[in-house]
């Protein structure tokens, strides 16, 4: 029978190893969190063969002692703790001790480094298993690592190593996602002797670009919210720009990347209502927090957080996600190009004037809005105001009135698809079924929340076949039904009579309207489509309700529909996370046809 005895030191550094060393990348995040967290203005970080075979890094920071360097490959010895009240406000990206000390287990490591203050600097190496004395090294300041061979002394671990590309990769992510935290500090990624990455000192948005691209900048909205003792800051894709895999997926918390169930849940819940099922939305987001209220000492790689007030920072995020994305009007499309924006700049030429200008009453808003007088519904709609000819030599007034609608006036329709129309900057198209979707699901949103969807009686009740689920359906759910707008009664066993349905979709094609809202309500519940499946409902109803394609519309109803999209929030996506319009600037115009040239 086996005794019980203590491990060697040896073999639990490499137990730990296999917890906190994964793999090269692993290894690379707990340097880079050192070289950070000792302060240092500039890292460079050289890798060979994925970083199997060398992981070095180099730094500026204030560097270890001689007398300390020894500890520093001690299990559980760190300076950025010392009692219980610390754990409890880590401010640090390191703080377990157990880092160095396991991958010195399973790797050939040589520690170099100068203090600020000390004459020279002192190195000492590891091998395995047996540690040198310091001895001096020609190091000018900071910090060098070199980390050689990973896992040469355990063989069975070596093996589940991937190829050198793929080791790479997430030795490059792990570099970006310490880039991204750390604007303030340069940072080089060197593989196989070649530059990779060079990423000097700059403002976070501009490390956001250099690290995802211009593209991702430019199709971003900002997100700037504050609490009493909560900041969240940082970029988000509009959902037009979402992407197949979740590939930019940044979420900091005190700097330190983290990956949290919480805070995936609130970001889905705020981008569900405007992206597609099968896309993913893409984000760099800072949470600054009080370091009391967050507990990072969860898991050895420190990716995992436990929040004090859970609940409530999930509405924060929720919220503050949820007004960056709905804000409407915040891209302008360019050409080849999309330019992510606060304000709409006026180009500088003479303002068009509007055209076909003329009074637009308030029926053709409520013909093609359905709009009443209810108390959900928005501040009513003036009618487009008149440009009379007499005005068009007042340059102020014409460009005050084309500022105050970025979507300009309608030119026309083309193919009886899309509307065209012109704004101070240049050319703008909108895709009206899609628009008018949008407006029509806030609406009924809105209506709902009120509990006061207005119904609109038919002349005619429609009266159409439906199987027997579809009599059960509304024999059962009569209330939920009252609750969505519709009065429905049943004839006979075999046939339905819709009497009664909401005010926004009296030219809906009530038939096949009825039949998909029945088909929910039968597969999800009474229940669940009036709480979790809310939004889907509400999408069905208001994609019937939306103007369909090879539907002519007058420039009086296209401007309707275009200061409707003005004033509703996330217009520029519809329910499906596609973009509802784009513009082309009347520079892009002029370089297709090569004016100036």
């Known amino acids: 029978m086996s005794t019980i005895k203590p491990l060697p030191e040896l073999l639990i550094n490499q137990i730990a190893a296999g917890e906190v060393v994964e793999r090269p990348a692993s290894a690379l995040k707990e340097i880079l969190e050192n070289s950070v967290d000792a302060g240092a203005k500039k890292i460079t970080v050289q890798l060979l063969q994925g970083g199997v075979k060398q992981i070095r890094v180099m730094d500026d920071g204030t560097g270890i002692a001689k007398e300390e360097l020894l500890l520093a490959l001690t299990r559980h010895s760190t300076s950025k703790i010392s009692t219980l009240e610390d754990l409890h406000k880590i401010t640090s990206l390191g703080f377990r001790g157990e880092a160095l000390a396991s991958i010195a287990a399973v790797s050939r490591l040589t520690l170099a480094s100068r203090q600020t203050g000390q004459s020279h600097a002192w190195q000492i190496q ?67 002797g070649k530059v990779r990455r060079q990423l000097r000192a700059a403002s976070s948005a501009q490390r956001i670009q250099s690290v995802l691209g211009e593209e991702f900048g430019q199709t971003a909205a900002f997100v700037d919210e504050r609490s009493t003792d909560i900041y969240l800051h ?23 990347f983290v990956s949290d169930k919480l805070i995936s849940h609130a970001l889905r819940e705020a981008y569900r209502d405007v992206l597609h099922l ?36 999930h509405q924060f995020i929720f919220h503050a ?62 009618p487009v105001p008149v440009t009379p000819v007499e005005k068009l030599d007042q340059p102020a007034a014409a460009q005050e009135e084309q500022d ?30 899609a628009a008018h979707e949008r407006i029509m699901y806030e609406k009924l949103k809105q209506a709902l929340d009120h509990h006061e969807i207005p119904m609109q009686p038919l002349l005619i009740p429609v009266t ?66 009036l709480t979790a499946k809310r939004n889907e409902i509400l999408a069905t109803m208001a994609c019937h309700g939306a103007i369909r394609a090879n539907r002519k519309l007058t420039i009086e109803e296209m401007n309707a529909l275009l200061r409707e999209m003005e004033i509703t929030e996330r217009a520029n996506q519809c329910n499906h996370g596609r973009p509802t319009w784009f513009e082309t600037s009347l520079a892009d115009l002029d370089k297709l046809f090569m004016r100036g040239k």
């Open 278 to 313: 099968d896309k993913h939305p893409a984000f760099v987001l800072f949470l600054d927090i009080d370091p009391e209220s967050v507990d990072v000492n969860v898991h050895p790689t420190k990716t995992e957080v436990r929040f004090r007030e859970s609940r409530a920072l």
């Open 234 to 256: 940082g970029m988000v894709a509009l959902p037009a720009y979402a992407r197949s895999s979740r590939d930019a997926q940044y979420f900091f918390v005190n700097n330190r």
């Open 464 to 529: 159409f076949y439906a199987d027997g689920l579809e009599v059960a359906v509304v024999e059962e759910n009569q209330t939920t039904l009252d609750q969505l707008g519709f009065e429905i009664a049943i004839l006979s066993p075999t046939t339905l009579a819709v009497r009664a349905v909401p005010a926004t979709l009296q030219h809906a094609d009530i038939a096949q309207l009825t039949h998909d809202i029945l088909r929910e309500i039968r597969e999800y519940g009474a229940s669940q489509i």
């Open 404 to 433: 105050s609608h970025p979507l300009g006036f309608a030119l026309g329709q083309l193919h009886g698809v899309y509307i065209l129309a012109q704004n101070t900057r240049g050319l703008v198209v909108v895709d009206m079924h």
């Open 126 to 192: 590891v091998d395995g298993k047996s540690v040198s004395q310091p001895e001096p090294s020609s190091l000018t300041s900071g910090t060098t690592l070199d980390v050689n061979d990973l896992y040469f002394n355990i063989p069975a671990r070596r093996k589940f190593l991937k190829s050198e590309a793929t080791e790479l990769a997430h030795c490059d992510e792990v570099f970006k996602r310490i880039a991204l935290s750390q604007a303030g500090i340069e940072f080089v990624l060197q593989h196989n």
């Open 321 to 382: 996600i949820n007004k960056a994305l709905a804000s409407p009007n915040k891209e302008i499309k360019t050409g080849e190009s999309v330019q992510a924006t606060r304000s709409f700049p006026a180009y500088p030429r003479a303002a068009p004037t509007q055209p076909n200008a003329v009074s637009q009453p308030a029926s053709f808003y409520r013909t093609l809005f359905g709009t009443e007088t209810n108390s959900y519904q928005p501040a009513p709609i003036n």
